[in-house]
Nanobody, 125 residues
Framework: QVQLVESGGGLVQAGDSLRLSCEAS????????VAWFRQAPGKEREFVAV???????YYADSVKGRFTISRDNAKSTVYLQMNSLKSEDTAVYSC???????????????????WGQGTQVTVSS
């Protein structure tokens, strides 16, 4: 069982930066693939970035070059550094974790067993 708690959301202006954190409980954090998803009002949840338990990082095309996902296994925390924010980045951002994913399934939200409560990111233009 893993519990995830996000923090770091807020209201910023276009072009600003934010860093989201996802802190996990449990002693085997390094075994988990951890991803960030986001959901804007009236839209489906979409994949943002993932820190694959094997070490690689993958990003949605819409955030590539602007967002960076990283993990600190010693702190059981995954970060999402978001730079050059745009109004279209406005959404509730949630982290998700799973220990059993295969690489081909890491972008699908339905494949993750554990979710945080989400944190709101609002970017004003």
């Amino acid at each position: 069982q893993v519990q995830l708690v996000e923090s770091g959301g807020g209201l910023v202006q276009a072009g600003d930066s934010l860093r989201l954190s996802c802190e996990a409980s449990g002693r085997t954090f390094s075994r988990y693939t951890v991803a960030w998803f986001r959901q804007a009002p009236g839209k489906e949840r979409e994949f943002v970035a993932v820190a694959w338990r094997g070490g690689n990082r993958y990003y949605a095309d819409s955030v590539k070059g602007r967002f960076t996902i990283s993990r600190d296994n010693a702190k059981s925390t995954v970060y999402l550094q978001m730079n050059s924010l745009k109004s279209e980045d406005t959404a509730v951002y949630s982290c998700a974790a799973d220990a059993s994913l295969i690489l081909s399934s890491i972008r699908g939200p339905a494949n993750y067993a554990y979710w945080g409560q989400g944190t709101q990111v609002t970017v004003s233009s």
